[in-house]
Structures are given as structure tokens and as C-alpha cells.
């Protein structure tokens, strides 16, 4: 497997499950070399969020600058980004250093109900930022804000992922966790949708779950696999760490990154 960068651009996490420090786990486990700009600093833990401080966009522009004028990067992942001036920062960046391989996680909402996205940035997300994407990973409360779409069933999910793919994305996968039902994954690339089924676990220890989603398939497209296969790859990753979660703090606690290593063959990295 091919040495390979990927970035993430993201908030902080103090707890350590979620945002830039679940993205550089993922990225360490999964054999790339991980790098990060901050858009804001949260106080958090695993009972919720209690404080955002998010970054003036020139200094999410200056890291930018000092990353990609330097090392570049394989793939790009984005998290929380919080404001209009951030996205547009970060678009403008994207734009110049001729960025592919874009994965968005649009977080806008915290597990615990903190806002991480502001309302008025929404427009800037959907004008700025979702023209230079790659792949859309919204959970079913993104995907509805995005679209408009109420979502309850599969077919729902399939409407709101080629809604997404028509407003300029080249492809979208809408989650499924908040489904009733054995969570599925619903993958539209522009010609043909797909399926990915997983497995429910009863456990409360699912912090950072999207952000960790999102930063494996990141890896992925780095490493060269086709959309569908980084898809599945990071469906994998994410089941297995909520498997081998360990309980940590008193609320919704982080799942297990480091599981991924007890499965892959050193010999094959």
C-alpha cells in the first residue's frame, strides 16, 4: 500500500473522541500520514460540548497555505467548520491549490445537541464548498437540512443522495444510524446507487462516529481505492471500533480506533 498525506480541517475535540484527534487516529491506524488545520477549539467530553472557539479565518488560511505550499496532500476531509467566513476561507484555498479527493462531513449538530455549524453558514456550505466535493457524508438530520427531504426509509435516503449529487457534489452518502432498523448506508456516485448494510450494536459508546466515517474514507480515496470500496472500507472501520469500544467518561464515550490494527497485516502496509 502506497505512502500516502491526507489532511483534515476540523475543530478540536478536548475529550479526544471526535474532530481533528478522532481524524489523526484514523489516519495513523489506517497507515497515512495525518495532517490538521484547525477551524475552532471546543471544550468537550464525552457528556457533550461546552464551549466553541472557533479560529479567525485568516489563520485557518495561513495553516492552509503552510500545508499544501509544502506537503500537499493525497485527500481532504472536512469537519466542523462552524461559520460562513471559515467555509469561504477554506473554499477559496481549496480553489487555489486545485484540491481532489474533497471528502465533506457537513457536522452540524453535536451528539449532545450543541450547534457546531452557525445557521447562516449552511448557504455558504452549500454554495461554496459542496461545488468542490468529491463525496458528501451527512448523517440523516444533515442530509435533511441539506435537501429539504424528510427522511424515514432507504428510499428516502436514495431521493436525498441524488438531491445532493444535483446541487453539485459528485457523489453523496447519506448514513443511516439513525434508522430504526439495521443501519444502511446509501451511496450516490452520479449513475448507479448502493447499498451498504451493516450491523447495530446496543451501545451508548459512539462518540465521533461520522467524524471517523469520514476521515477512513478520506484514506481511502488516498490510498487509490475506488469510490466504492473506500465506501465499504470505512463502513468496516467504523463497525469495527463501535464493536471494540471501550467505556470511557460518563456519557456517550469514543470508540475504538485502534482495533482496526488487530485485523490488518502489518505485512501488507
Known amino acids: 500500500m502506497k505512502h500516502c498525506r491526507v489532511l483534515t480541517i476540523a475543530g478540536t475535540d478536548s475529550g479526544g473522541g471526535a474532530g481533528i484527534q478522532a481524524d489523526l487516529k484514523t489516519f495513523t491506524v489506517m497507515r497515512a500520514y495525518g495532517m490538521s488545520v484547525i477551524a475552532a477549539v471546543t471544550a468537550q467530553n464525552t457528556m457533550g460540548v461546552q464551549g466553541v472557539y472557533p479560529l479567525a479565518p485568516e489563520a485557518v488560511g495561513e495553516q492552509l497555505e503552510s500545508v499544501f505550499s509544502d506537503i500537499g496532500a493525497d485527500a481532504v476531509k472536512t469537519g466542523m467548520l462552524f461559520s460562513a467566513p471559515i467555509i469561504t476561507e477554506v473554499a477559496a484555498k481549496l480553489r ?142 467504523v463497525s469495527l471500533a463501535i464493536s471494540k469500544a471501550v467505556p470511557i467518561g460518563h456519557g456517550h464515550g469514543p470508540t475504538n480506533h485502534l482495533a482496526w490494527l488487530d485485523r490488518t497485516p502489518l505485512a501488507d502496509n
Open 96 to 237: 487555489k491549490f486545485n484540491v481532489s479527493n474533497l471528502v465533506v462531513d457537513p457536522v452540524m449538530i453535536a451528539k449532545g445537541g450543541s450547534r457546531l455549524l452557525e445557521e447562516e453558514a449552511t448557504a455558504a456550505l452549500k454554495d461554496e464548498l459542496l461545488p468542490l466535493t468529491t463525496v458528501i457524508t451527512p448523517n440523516i438530520p444533515e442530509a435533511e437540512v441539506l435537501t429539504g427531504v424528510k427522511i424515514t426509509t432507504v428510499d428516502d435516503m436514495k431521493t436525498a443522495a441524488k438531491q445532493l449529487v444535483a446541487m453539485g457534489v459528485q457523489a453523496a452518502v447519506v448514513k443511516g444510524g439513525h434508522l430504526t432498523a439495521d443501519p444502511i448506508d446509501v451511496l450516490f456516485d452520479g449513475k448507479q446507487v448502493s447499498e451498504f448494510v451493516g450491523r447495530r450494536y446496543q451501545t451508548k459508546n459512539t462518540h465521533g462516529t461520522g467524524c471517523t466515517f469520514s476521515a477512513a474514507l478520506a484514506v481511502g480515496l488516498a490510498h487509490g481505492l475506488d469510490l466504492s470500496a473506500a465506501v465499504q472500507q470505512a463502513k468496516d472501520f
